[in-house]
C-alpha cells in the first residue's frame, strides 16, 4: 500500500477556533483521517517538535498553518513547516491577513505590555516585573519567545502556496481545499481557495436595497433592532460586504450581524479596508461639508471597522510614530 | 543638518484646476498628478502615496455644485474626510492629507496652495513611515 501523504497542522497566534472548524467537517473528517497521515496537530494529539525536525525536506506534503505571528517561538515553527512541507496553506484570517489579533498594531509593544504588566486594573506588579527572554534561576537559563514589536501576517514571514480564509473557513471549502490537494486538483499557487466575487453579490439582502443609499447617520448594530431582510448599509450600520471575498456561507448575515471583514479583499485587492473607505464615501449621503463632517464623527473606530481582519496585511500595516 | 524639505504628492482635476500643459506650471512642480475628475483619486492612490515616501497629499477638485461629473468632487471630500478619520489611527496626522474645492482654470494658484501646505507639513516634520 502506498504510503498516505503526511499533513501537519499547526498553530500560531490563534484561538483554536481554525482547528475546531477542522474537527466541524464531522463525518468528512473521517475520510479525510483515511487519506492522510497526520503527523503534527498540537490542539489534538501529541506529536512531539523533535520529531519534524529529524524529517526530510518535503516528507510533509500539507502544512495547514493558522494564526498569525507575533513572536519568534512561531516564526521558528512556520519556518520549520514550510521547509518540511511541499505546500504551506495559510488557514483562516489570522494566517491569511494577520486577524483579529492584528489589530494589536494599533499600538506598540511598549504600550501593550504597559498595560498588561503595569496599568490594567488587576494587574499588581510592584516591581514592574516584564517577561524577558533568557531569565537565570539557580544557575539555570529559563528562556522565553521574544514578542516582536509587530504582528505579521504568515505570508510577510514564509513562502505561501494557498491560502483559505474566514473566521474559521467553513467547512465546505476546508473540505474542498483538502481533497484538491489530495486529489492535485489545485488552482495555481498563491490563490485563495474561495470565490472571487465580493459578498454583496452572494447577500440575499442585495435584493431589497435601495437604488440609492444615503446614510446621514451611523448605528453600531447592538444600537438598533436591525431588520432582517434590508441591506445593511441602507440601515445606516457598516457593513463590509461591497469589500470583501464571498464563499463564507453568509452566517453572520444570517443572523442579523453586518459582515466584519474575516474573508479579506477580493481577487485583485490587497487592501480590503481602504477599498471599503472609497465606497463608503459614496453611501454617505450628507453633501455640505459640515453634515458629512458630522456623519463621519459619528462612527466610532473607522480604522477597527476597516481593518478588524486585516491589519499585517493592509497597505499600512502598524501604528507609525509620529515625532 | 539639511533643512527639511516636505515631498507633496498633488492629484489635480483638470477640470477645475487646468490642464497644465500650456503654462509649464507640469514641469515646475514635482509629484503633480492631473485627474479627470478629483472622485476618481481612490484611497489606495493616497495611501501609495504615503507608502512611497510622501509627507502629504493634497487633492484640487471643483468647487461646489461645478463638478464636471456631477458629484465627483463631493465624494472625493468625503472620502479624505473618512481617511483622514483612519490615518490618525496610523499615527499619520490629519494635516497631512488635504482637499480644496475651487476653481483656478489657469492652474495659477497650484503652486501658491502647494508652497502653503508644505508650509505646513514642515512644522510637522518628517513622515517616516516604517512600512
Known amino acids: 500500500m502506498a504510503e498516505k501523504p503526511k499533513v501537519a497542522i499547526y498553530w ?52 495547514i498553518l493558522h494564526g498569525a505571528v507575533r513572536n519568534s517561538e512561531q516564526e521558528e515553527m512556520a519556518k520549520l513547516l514550510r521547509e518540511k512541507s511541499q505546500l504551506v496553506l495559510a488557514f483562516g484570517a489570522c494566517a491569511c491577513f494577520g486577524g483579529t489579533a492584528g489589530m494589536a ?7 501593550i505590555f504597559d498595560w498588561v504588566y503595569r496599568d490594567a486594573p488587576t494587574v499588581v506588579n510592584p516591581n514592574n516585573n516584564r517577561p524577558q527572554t533568557v531569565f537565570s534561576v539557580n544557575g539555570n537559563n529559563l528562556t522565553l519567545p521574544e514578542f516582536y514589536d509587530r504582528v505579521y501576517s504568515l505570508r510577510e514571514i514564509i513562502d505561501v502556496d494557498y ?12 473540505a474542498n481545499a483538502v481533497f484538491a490537494v489530495l486529489e492535485g486538483k489545485l488552482p495555481p499557487r498563491g490563490a485563495t481557495l474561495a470565490p472571487s466575487k465580493p459578498l454583496c453579490d452572494a447577500c440575499s439582502r442585495n435584493q431589497t436595497k435601495p437604488q440609492k443609499i444615503e446614510i446621514s447617520e451611523f448605528k453600531r448594530i447592538h444600537e438598533v433592532e436591525a431588520k432582517d431582510d434590508l441591506c445593511f448599509l441602507a440601515q445606516g450600520i457598516i457593513c463590509l460586504g461591497p469589500a470583501i471575498r464571498s464563499g463564507c456561507g453568509e452566517t453572520c448575515l444570517r443572523t442579523n450581524v453586518p459582515c466584519r471583514g ?45 481593518y478588524r481582519f486585516s491589519l499585517p496585511s493592509a497597505s499600512l500595516k502598524h501604528k507609525n510614530k509620529e515625532k | 543638518m539639511t533643512e527639511f524639505t516636505p515631498k507633496l504628492v498633488c492629484f489635480s482635476c483638470k477640470f477645475g484646476w487646468g490642464y497644465l500643459n500650456t503654462n509649464g506650471y507640469k514641469n515646475q512642480l514635482k509629484n503633480l498628478i492631473p485627474v479627470t475628475c478629483s472622485g476618481t483619486v481612490d484611497t489606495t492612490h493616497i495611501i501609495g502615496a504615503f507608502k512611497e515616501g510622501a509627507d502629504g497629499v493634497l487633492i484640487l477638485g471643483c468647487p461646489d455644485s461645478e463638478c464636471h461629473f456631477q458629484t465627483g468632487n463631493y465624494q472625493a471630500r ?28 489657469e492652474g495659477a494658484q497650484i503652486p501658491v496652495v502647494i508652497d502653503a501646505m508644505k508650509k505646513e507639513i514642515k512644522n510637522l516634520g518628517p513622515l517616516r513611515l516604517a512600512v
Do not use: H
Request: charged share 30%.
Open chain 1, 12 to 63: 500560531l497566534t490563534a484561538c483554536g477556533g481554525c482547528d475546531e472548524a477542522i474537527v466541524d467537517l464531522n463525518e468528512v473528517i473521517l475520510l479525510v483521517a483515511d487519506a492522510i497521515d497526520i503527523v503534527l496537530w498540537p490542539v489534538a494529539m501529541d506529536f512531539k517538535y523533535e520529531s519534524i525536525r529529524k524529517m526530510k525536506n518535503g516528507d510533509i506534503a500539507l502544512a
Open chain 1, 105 to 111: 498594531n494599533f499600538r506598540s509593544k511598549e504600550d
Open chain 1, 163 to 174: 491560502y483559505l480564509p474566514g473566521c474559521p473557513p467553513p467547512p465546505d471549502l476546508i
Open chain 1, 262 to 306: 474575516c474573508f479579506g479583499p477580493v481577487d485583485g485587492v490587497d487592501d480590503a479596508g481602504a477599498k471599503f473607505i472609497s465606497g463608503l464615501a459614496s453611501l454617505i449621503g450628507a453633501e455640505n461639508e459640515e453634515d458629512a463632517q458630522k456623519t463621519i464623527d459619528g462612527i466610532d473606530d473607522l480604522a477597527g471597522y476597516c
Open chain 2, 78 to 105: 468625503k472620502k479624505i474626510m473618512l481617511l483622514r478619520k483612519v490615518l490618525k489611527e496610523f499615527g499619520i496626522d490629519s494635516g497631512r492629507l488635504k482637499i480644496a474645492l475651487s476653481i483656478d482654470p
